[in-house]
Each structure stands twice: as C-alpha cells, then as structure tokens.
C-alpha cells in the first residue's frame, strides 16, 4: 500500500541501499492487487490477511491498531481512558478505505470506547494512510494508527497512543 511505502519501507532505504549498492530500485506504491507477472514486479509488498497471503510469500509483520494524536492534542488523554464527552472536543482523522476495514473506522472504537453517540469536534478524512498519519503528526487530530507504521514518530514522542485498554 501507500502507507506501507511511505512509512514502512522508504525510511529503511538507506541502509538497504548501503548494503545493497549495486540493486536498481524502482518504488511503485498503490492500493491496488497487482499481477507480480504480468507486471514484470520482481517484489511486491502486500497487506493482506494471514488466509489470503499468496503461495511462495514471506510474512514480514503483524500489527496492532490504536487510537493516536500528539501529546498537545491528546493532553491527559495520553494518561487516563477516555470518557465519552472527551471526543466532543476532539477532530477525528478518518482513514477512507476503499476496501474497508473494522478495525480501521471509528465507529467501531467510539462504540467501544462507550462514546458512540458523542459527535465529535470535527472529522478529516483521507484517502492515503501516510497523509492521516502525517495530519496526526502536525497535531490535526487524532487518527487510528498502525502499529510497524507509526512505530518511529511514537519512540520520537512525535505521537502518544490514547490511554485505552483497546488495541486491536
């Protein structure tokens, strides 16, 4: 995916690259299942579930998902579980996923977080993962983060998870 790219694999080019000075690499991020093949794709990154992974690949990672924000928009949410009239003051960053996700929409999460009737401050929505998360980062709201994909900015301090017993 797009995110994947962006945030997962361009990060660890350099020393790919160090170690590797003589592979040619071309990136080619999209959503899209590609035909490895009949593309002439010599490796593919795919986000997929376990069942469906293809013969012959190689599991790199799983993940978990979180609530996420910076330390100024979460405040004391970095510290204390959320009660439900704390999402009214909040921006909701909404990752549009053309091939949806129960884990990645928030419906799900205010539902758990016993806060599904509360409207939210505001909602942004994204149709790339690496653009939500990049909002989140610049302190535009709270997004549902992945796990391996945000894992730099949360050992930066750049983002805190929400303090939730959930995390899927």
């Given at each position: 995916?797009i995110?994947?790219?962006?945030l997962w694999?361009v990060p ?7 170690e590797?000075p003589?592979?040619?690499v ?8 590609v035909?490895?093949?009949r593309?002439?794709i010599d490796?593919?990154?795919?986000y997929?579930?376990p069942?469906?992974?293809?013969a ?5 990672f799983g993940e978990e ?5 910076t330390p100024d ?14 999402f ?5 960053l909404?990752?549009?996923d ?5 884990w990645?929409?928030?419906?799900m999460?205010?539902?758990?977080l016993d806060?599904?009737?509360v ?6 929505h994204f149709?790339?993962y690496d653009?939500l998360i990049a909002?989140?980062?610049a302190?535009q709201?709270?997004?549902l983060?992945r796990?391996v ?5 949360l050992a930066g301090?750049?983002l805190l998870p ?5 995390r899927?």
């Amino acid at each position: 995916t797009i995110g994947i790219a962006a945030l997962w694999l361009v990060p660890r080019l350099s020393r790919f690259l160090a170690e590797h000075p003589e592979v040619d690499v071309r990136i080619s991020a999209n959503n899209r299942l590609v035909d490895i093949e009949r593309e002439g794709i010599d490796l593919a990154l795919r986000y997929v579930l376990p069942e469906a992974r293809p013969a012959g690949s190689h599991y790199l990672f799983g993940e978990e998902i979180f609530p996420l924000g910076t330390p100024d928009v979460l405040g004391e949410l970095a510290t204390r579980p959320p009660r439900a009239d704390d999402f009214a003051r909040l921006t909701l960053l909404n990752y549009d996923d053309p091939n949806p996700d129960l884990w990645l929409d928030w419906a799900m999460w205010l539902k758990k977080l016993d806060a599904a009737d509360v409207q939210p401050k505001a909602i942004l929505h994204f149709n790339h993962y690496d653009q939500l998360i990049a909002a989140a980062a610049a302190g535009q709201g709270v997004a549902l983060g992945r796990s391996v994909l945000v894992a730099d900015l949360l050992a930066g301090g750049r983002l805190l998870p929400l303090a939730s017993p959930y995390r899927h």
